[in-house]
């Protein structure tokens, strides 16, 4: 099973809260959750809080055994994102 999640305008350590709360509810559905889509398509801007709760959200993901896929970058925050090498560890499409 795949779930969406909407990530936020501005994600940073103010969006931690709501986003590993959203990770955690799709990693425990009773669904078996496979993929995880981070839906970009309204993120504008991330800072290096924003790339470490991707990273500890890929971590749990690969613990339940689930990837996690982040969506519809716009090219400044997908210029960040492979600055820090993070399509290693997570697909970027």
Not at 37 to 56: E, P, Q, T
Request: some cysteine; glycine content about 4%.
């Amino acid at each position: 099973m795949t779930v969406t999640i909407q990530m936020p305008k501005r994600f940073d350590y103010s969006a931690s809260g709501e986003f590993n709360e959203s990770i955690a509810t799709a990693l425990n559905s009773n669904d078996q959750t496979q993929q995880i889509l981070l839906d970009c398509s309204s993120m504008d801007y991330i800072d290096s809080a924003g790339i470490g709760l991707l990273v500890m959200a890929h971590k749990k993901a690969q613990a339940n055994h689930a990837t996690i896929i982040i969506t519809h970058l716009k090219p400044s925050t997908k210029e960040i994102l492979l600055l820090a090498n993070l399509q290693k560890l997570i697909e970027l499409k």
